[in-house]
């Protein structure tokens, strides 16, 4: 686990909580090894000023509460999308449709954001709350309406060959 703050600007106002981190790390890790049948690992975590999703389909849900407001973002290539959400479907990659995959991704989002917000909430005795999750498909596609000035880490996760990032914004109040 990380126990320091992540800091992507080099400002000491403009940082992720350390505690949502690894929190959002745990329950990826969580979600995919127990609904996905898929041990992953987190290969690296990377502080950036701006976002820019990074593969074949994305989901994203906002989550905020009485501290701040941030996004959190899962964006697979194709193989890993299918590898995942075959095995959280119990089919073959090659039977997943448009639609499944489109599902799968939105599920998965929902189940880690879900015990994150549990584990935030329970921790800080804050209410956090949480958007549907929106699907996004397409090569290169884009993400508007993210918190202006946060910081985004980029959680690399990799799985039987295959890597699909985590990014998280959060922006304190």
């Known amino acids: 686990m990380m126990m320091m703050m992540m800091n992507a600007t080099g400002q000491g106002t403009n940082m992720i909580d350390a505690k949502l981190v690894n929190t959002v790390m745990q329950a990826v890790m969580e979600v995919c090894g127990t609904m996905a049948g898929t041990q992953v690992t987190l290969k690296e975590v990377i502080p950036t000023l701006d976002y820019k999703p990074i593969g074949d389909i994305s989901s994203v849900i906002g989550i905020s ?10 964006s697979f290539t194709e193989p890993m999308a299918g590898l995942l959400v075959g095995r959280l479907l119990g089919m073959a990659p090659e039977e997943i449709t448009s639609e499944d995959m489109c599902d799968g991704i939105g599920e998965l989002v929902n189940m880690v954001s879900g015990r994150a917000k549990t584990s935030l909430s329970e921790d800080s005795g804050s209410l956090y709350r949480l958007s549907l999750p929106s699907i996004i498909k397409g090569p290169g596609h884009e993400i508007g309406g993210r918190p202006k000035n946060c910081p985004f880490l980029f959680l690399v996760f990799e799985a039987e060959g295959h890597s699909f990032i985590l990014q998280v914004t959060f922006r304190h109040f």
Request: glycine residues 30%; hydrophobic residues 30%.
């Open 65 to 74: 509460g009485e501290q701040g407001e941030g996004m959190l973002t899962l």
